[in-house]
Every structure is written in structure tokens, then in C-alpha cells.
């Protein structure tokens, strides 16, 4: 058991952690042994060399995209994580390190004009990069807030070309439980898989992000290339993307596979829709022991709230 200093603002695990309560029975009654099967292995090969992006970086600031909250430090941002791929824990920053970043491509498939695979390092410099200040609210009730770096998704589904009947874009997280240990756990749907509708993803929000405080992302924060959709919980955000899929149906998320009575497609931030299992009201603020008032669509309304219209009879809160 590995036993890690906290910080005073730090909250116990077993507080923080509810996202996945319901599982740990089954954790419990299943073998550890998956976890530890790739410890052995070496660091990826990429690890110390220089990232071939780094001159893209501090990208310019969308001023558009302030903040009324103070910025996180980026030391609690980058020490804090879920990444269930490298452990069930918010400590997964060394276990991380093991993910190869280079090479890195992403298969862009299903309806759009023509499918495509592009590296990461080609995409990065065929779409403009931004930086841009987001709330960031993760469902077990922790926020944050920090300068994304990225590419606007609405770009980047430009660059697809849809056809008509794309109805919904799915993302797909990598898949190789060899160096991502909680990928042989076997009771949960891997790969990662995230969703959002068409008219979602179009919207002027949702980040393709590629850096964090004006640097390339760190493999904790979901390197090369992660979503950010800041006006949904934390989950749809999903990280280290490989397959870029538009569909005519929505797709089943790797949460709603789990456990659907907890996590829906839309997972909107709403104070006045508790979690089954916890009040969605406030908020605890990462790196300070203050709490605070959790703000519908996180405090986004203006950008989102149109796209739910007729939408009303769905679990749009969960
Ligand atoms: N592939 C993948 N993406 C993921 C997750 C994960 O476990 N695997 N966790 C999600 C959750 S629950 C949250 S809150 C955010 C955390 O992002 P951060 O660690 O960069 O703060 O990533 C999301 N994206
Ligand atoms: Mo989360």
C-alpha cells in the first residue's frame, strides 16, 4: 500500500473517490494481480526526449474565455488526477509516465467524407492552437480551473467533414493493458469511451487539448491529446484519444457501461441535481480548503443552454 503525504486541502480518498464506489466489492473479490503484471516494464523510449511541440507553446490567449475564479496551481492540477487506465487512485502521475506518447496518430472513421488516420505531431500544426481559462468540475464534486491549451473541436470537426447522417462524434481512449495496468482489470469496459452530439461538438467550447499552462500536456492530464467539454462533469473529458468516430447513434460511454443508474450521455453540471449517491450543491476547490456554490452548466450557461432546448425530457443532469 503506498501511503502519500497530503496537503491540508487534500480531501481522504475514500471521500474523494465515490465516482467508483459501487465497485469496490467486486474489486475486492476479484485478484490485485493485473495491476502489478506490467510494473516491470521500462519507461516508454520517448521519455527525455525533447517533445517535437514544445515550440508551439505558450499558445495565444482567447481573452474571450476569462475566469471569476482563481486559477488552480498547476502543481495540484498535475497531482491530482483520474486516470483509471494507470490506477483507481488520484496518485497515477509516475504510473502514467509508462504511456508512449510518440508516435501517436488518431483514426478519424465512421460518416465523414473520407476516413483518415493523422499523427498527432501533423494535426497539432494543421489547426491553429489557443489557450483558453475553463472551470473545470468533476462529478465527484472537486473543481478546478486552468489554461487549457488546445485546438476548438469545432475545427477539428471541419477538418472531418461530416456526412448528414453524423448524428454524434465518439472518442475513444487508448487500448493496451501492457503498460496501462487497470486495463486488465477486466470488469470494466475498456477502452475509455466518451460521446457528444453533433450540435455539441460544434458549439464553441469543447477543446481538443494538447497543453497545460502554456506547456504540452503531461501524460496525468491524458497526453497528447485529450477532450474538454467544461460545462459537463469531468468524465466526459476524455483522455489520451486514438479513435475519433461519427456515428448515427449515441454512443455507449465507458460510464454508462458501468453503471447507468449514475452516469448518462449528457452529464451537464446542474447544483439542483444531486448524484445518486451525493449533493451536487457545492463544490470543493482543489488546492484550498474552500467550498463553493456549484453553477449550472458550470457557470457556461450562456454558450450551452440553447443546445438542450427540446431536450428537456432527458436525464440532461446526469
Ligand atoms: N481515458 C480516461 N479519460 C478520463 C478519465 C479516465 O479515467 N480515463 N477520467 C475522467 C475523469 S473522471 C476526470 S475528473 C478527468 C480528470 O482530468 P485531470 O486528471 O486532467 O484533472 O478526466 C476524465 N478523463
Ligand atoms: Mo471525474
Known amino acids: ?5 497530503r496537503a491540508g486541502w487534500e480531501m481522504p480518498e475514500s471521500e474523494a473517490t465515490p ?13 490485485g494481480a493485473g495491476l502489478i503484471a506490467g510494473a516491470a516494464l521500462p519507461r516508454s ?9 514544445l515550440d508551439l507553446y505558450p499558445a495565444r490567449r ?11 496551481k498547476a502543481e495540484d ?44 505531431d501533423d494535426l497539432v500544426r494543421r489547426l491553429p492552437l489557443e489557450e483558453r481559462l475553463y472551470r473545470f468540475r468533476c462529478v465527484e464534486a472537486w473543481a478546478m480551473a486552468v489554461p487549457w491549451t488546445g485546438i476548438p473541436l469545432k475545427s477539428f470537426v471541419a477538418l472531418a467533414k461530416p456526412l448528414s447522417g453524423a448524428k454524434y462524434i465518439r472518442f475513444e481512449t487508448f487500448l493496451n493493458p501492457r503498460v496501462a495496468p487497470g486495463q ?25 487539448v494538447t497543453g497545460i499552462y502554456g506547456k504540452p500536456l503531461p501524460t496525468q492530464h491524458g497526453a497528447p491529446i485529450r477532450l474538454i467539454t467544461p460545462w459537463k462533469y ?16 449515441r454512443p ?15 452529464a451537464n453540471v446542474n447544483p439542483a441535481v444531486p448524484h445518486p449517491r451525493w449533493s451536487q450543491a457545492s463544490e470543493q476547490v482543489l488546492g484550498s480548503r474552500e467550498r463553493r456554490p456549484t453553477l449550472i452548466y458550470n457557470g457556461y450557461g450562456d454558450q450551452v443552454a440553447g443546445l438542450y432546448k427540446g431536450l428537456e425530457g432527458e436525464a440532461l443532469f446526469m
Request: a neutral charge.
Open 77 to 120: 492540477a498535475a497531482n491530482y488526477n483520474n486516470f483509471y487506465e494507470f490506477g483507481m487512485s488520484k496518485d497515477i502521475v509516475d504510473a502514467s509516465q509508462r504511456l508512449a506518447t510518440r508516435p501517436w496518430s488518431i483514426q478519424v472513421e465512421g460518416l465523414v467524407e473520407k476516413p483518415f488516420e493523422i499523427g498527432f
Open 252 to 266: 455507449k460511454t465507458f460510464w454508462q457501461a458501468l453503471q447507468a443508474s449514475e452516469y448518462g450521455f449528457w
Open 184 to 208: 486488465n482489470q477486466r470488469w470494466y469496459p475498456w477502452p475509455y469511451v466518451e460521446g457528444l452530439t453533433i450540435a455539441e461538438a460544434t458549439n464553441e467550447l469543447p477543446l481538443l
Open 45 to 53: 523510449a520517448a521519455a527525455g526526449t525533447p517533445d517535437p511541440t
Open 19 to 31: 465516482e467508483r464506489a459501487f465497485l469496490d466489492r467486486r474489486q475486492l473479490l476479484a485478484t
Open 62 to 72: 482567447n481573452e474571450r474565455y476569462a475566469l471569476d475564479v482563481p486559477l488552480t
Open 234 to 249: 469531468g468524465f466526459k473529458s476524455v483522455k489520451s484519444i486514438r479513435r475519433i468516430s461519427f456515428v448515427a447513434e
Open 1 to 5: 500500500m503506498l501511503i502519500k503525504r
